[in-house]
């Protein structure tokens, strides 16, 4: 396979969540969000991240990840904005 076809193809969230260092369930939102570019998913991860390094959440007492409760939080926001 060329590159060029390589770059075509959308993510599994198991491999953009390794690529990108985030959680499987981090990964399939961003991916939901943001389609099957690998350029747009690649910069919505970055900017993910870097909200998390300014975002201070500490753990959960159900120990939820904060990545996790960042998308789920970003997840709802949509939601309310959709509906």
Known sequence: MR???KTK????????????GLT??????ILSMNGSSRVA??????AF????RTDNTAMTENDEK???IWARRACAGIARACF
């Open 3 to 5: 590159s060029s076809e």
């Open 41 to 46: 998913c690649d910069a919505a991860a970055r």
């Open 9 to 20: 193809l959308a993510y599994t969230a198991a491999e953009f969540a390794e690529k990108h």
């Open 49 to 52: 991240k870097k909200r998390l």
């Open 24 to 29: 499987v369930k981090a990964a399939e939102i």
């Open 66 to 68: 904060p990545a996790d």
